[in-house]
T-cell receptor, first 111, second 117 residues
């Protein structure tokens, strides 16, 4: 399985933008990039996904490098409720929907 | 919609006991799966199902059994609990698994915290 690399932790201030990086240098042409987050004592929650183009939704934006070897999840105005572990995942299209979770990035938001 | 529900929320077992973790979804999703999460680690896939009557193994299937008799339910059975199975278990479901399935997000339940002594 293609692997992702994320920083173990990041810290930001409330109401400021947050850029969460992810490296996936072994990504194949058909792997989708998915982001999930896990709030304390909860199950993971879908955030956003993309293949080649940048994507926006109500929660976040996803910026994908032109060579697709890296991506960045952007939270435009962080709130205290955004404090969570964020997982960058490559989703293969062959066989079952297998989400391979790495260690993720623990995001701390300071008031 | 209730989404994905799991019962129980907490469970303590003694080594050698058996139990079933329940998972149900009301979204008519084809795909369901079970993950375990150990402290400081990401989620690891135990078993998955692509439809009623069809199941397959994930990356850590040993010690667990599953069945899928209906679209809605996907129970996980621990036949003889061991301390190494102490973990938080998450059930997830998704609309589709085949081509195009990569476009669908997975919905996770709230988890079952299991302790085996």
């Amino acid at each position: 399985d293609a692997k992702t690399t994320q920083p173990n932790s990041m810290e930001s201030n409330e109401e400021e933008p947050v850029h969460l990086p992810c490296n996936h240098s072994t990504i194949s042409g058909t792997d989708y990039i998915h982001w999930y987050r896990q709030l304390p004592s909860q199950g993971p929650e879908y955030v956003i996904h993309g293949l080649t183009s940048n994507v926006n939704n109500r929660m976040a934006s996803l910026a994908i490098a032109e060579d697709r070897k890296s991506s960045t999840l952007i939270l435009h105005r962080a709130t205290l409720r955004d404090a969570a572990v964020y997982y960058c995942i490559l989703k293969v299209i062959q066989g079952a929907q297998k989400l391979v979770f790495g260690q993720g990035t623990r995001l701390t938001i300071n008031p | 919609n209730a989404g994905v529900t799991q019962t129980p929320k907490f469970q303590v077992l003694k080594t050698g006991q058996s139990m079933t973790l329940q998972c149900a979804q009301d979204m008519n999703h084809e795909y369901m799966s079970w993950y375990r999460q150990d402290p400081g680690m990401g989620l690891r896939l135990i078993h998955y199902s692509v439809g009623a009557g069809i199941t397959d193994q994930g990356e850590v299937p040993n010690g667990y059994n599953v069945s899928r008799s209906t679209t809605e339910d996907f129970p996980l059975r621990l036949l003889s609990a061991a301390p190494s199975q102490t973990s938080v278990y998450f059930c997830a479901s998704s609309y589709s698994y085949g081509p195009g399935g990569e476009n669908y997000e997975q919905y996770f339940g709230p988890g079952t915290r299991l302790t085996v002594t």
